[in-house]
């Protein structure tokens, strides 16, 4: 089935810093979307991508949709304690008969001590 | 408060049980999938459904089952509980059967726990 690699598996952010996660696939995907998830909460839409090549930013997040279609990245500028958390990709291929979300493995963001 | 209700939001029980997850989907969705999170794993598909019908299947046990009522909310069945069933089961709803343009919308997860 179709599978999603998403890296890095975690990563640790400075206040203030960039950071970037990206997700690869061996299929292809009409839709590209990026989750968060927080302790105890469902995962959260970020951003949704729908066209190879599309570039969309929402505040400070930044996502692409890859335009082989198989892979998309999620960059994070001036990064801040809320941005603490676990971001998914999801690939999602639309068929009549019914649109399941394939996710990546996540990427855990944590503060440096 | 996403919109989708997700009751009971934790639930313990013991091997060999079987328990009910319930959902109420976001007012004027028609779509509702299940999905299952391990432990620091990602989210697995369980399945979908669509106004009342089985849209989409994927790792779902034999032991496990769900369906979608009349009023649209939905039950997840898991019957002869094994202790890897403890997770957090999460459903998540759309207006369509085919999910864009907006992707799905989460509740806050029944999180299970067999002992």
């Known amino acids: 089935g179709q599978q999603l690699n998403q890296s890095p598996q975690s990563m640790f952010i400075q206040e203030g810093e960039d950071v970037s996660m990206n997700c690869t696939s061996s299929?292809?995907?009409?839709?590209w979307l990026w989750y968060k998830q927080d302790p105890g909460e469902g995962p959260v839409l970020l951003i949704a991508?729908?066209?190879?090549?599309e570039l969309t930013s929402n505040g400070r997040l930044t996502a692409q949709f890859g335009i082989t279609r198989k892979d998309s990245f999620l960059n994070i500028s001036a990064s801040i304690p809320s941005d603490v958390g676990i971001y998914f990709c999801?690939?999602?291929?639309?068929?009549?008969?019914?649109?399941?979300?394939?996710f990546g493995g996540g990427t855990r963001v944590l503060v440096k001590p | 408060d996403s919109g989708v209700t997700q009751t009971p939001k934790h639930l313990i029980t013991a091997t060999g049980q079987r328990v009910t997850l319930r959902c109420s989907p976001r007012s004027g969705d028609l779509s509702v999938y299940w999905y299952q999170q391990s432990l620091d794993q990602g989210l697995q598909f369980l399945i979908q459904y669509y106004n009342g019908e089985e849209r989409a299947k994927g790792n779902i046990l034999e032991r496990f089952s769900a369906q979608q009522f009349p009023d649209l909310h939905s039950e997840l069945n898991l019957s002869s509980l094994e202790l890897g069933d403890s997770a957090l089961y999460f459903c998540?709803?759309?207006?369509?059967?085919?999910?864009?343009?907006?992707?799905?919308?989460f509740g806050s997860g029944t999180r299970l726990t067999v002992v």
């Open positions: 999801a690939g999602q291929v639309l068929k009549a008969a019914g649109n399941k979300l394939t």
């Open positions: 299929s292809i995907f009409n839709t």
């Open positions: 991508l729908y066209k190879a090549g």
């Open positions: 998540a709803s759309s207006v369509a059967a085919q999910g864009a343009p907006y992707g799905y919308t």
